[in-house]
């Protein structure tokens, strides 16, 4: 079972940019499929991006997908998160999940399992984000 930890929040502008990572440490990065969630003050988790295993698939929530990239690289056990054009609505904690029970097409875009919270076992402590107007 990974760890995960967090980081790259802080407080940016709007219309700024912020690359969010989140190392993996212990298990096999490689083999889970990886994902970013917010919580904003007041509301529950929210899913923003998945990758699979090897990063060749990528989904994002609707409102999101045109200006937030999901990355990861094995080698280094990350995945990023480049946020850019950002909006004051960004504000929120980011968290990273990890889940290694399944292979990644057990995720798929008609099932949505990728979006659900409770399709992940393995969760970092979060990094605050804020962007200011």
């Known amino acids: 079972q990974v760890q995960l930890v967090e980081s790259g929040g802080g407080l940016v502008q709007a219309g700024g940019s912020l690359r969010l990572s989140c190392k993996a440490s212990g298990g096999t990065f490689s083999r889970h499929v990886m994902a970013w969630f917010c919580q904003a003050p007041g509301k529950g988790r929210e899913f923003v991006a998945y990758i699979s295993w090897n990063g060749d698939s990528t989904t994002y929530a609707d409102s999101l997908k045109d200006r937030f990239t999901i990355s990861r690289d094995n080698a280094k056990n990350t995945v990023y998160l480049q946020m850019d054009s950002m909006e004051p609505e960004d504000t929120a904690v980011y968290y990273c999940?990890?889940?290694?029970?399944?292979?990644?097409?057990?995720?798929?875009?008609?099932?949505?399992?990728?979006?659900?919270?409770?399709?992940?076992?393995?969760w970092g402590q979060g990094t605050q984000v804020t962007v200011s107007s």
């Open positions: 999940a990890a889940d290694g029970r399944y292979r990644s097409i057990y995720y798929t875009n008609a099932n949505k399992r990728y979006a659900y919270d409770s399709s992940y076992t393995v």
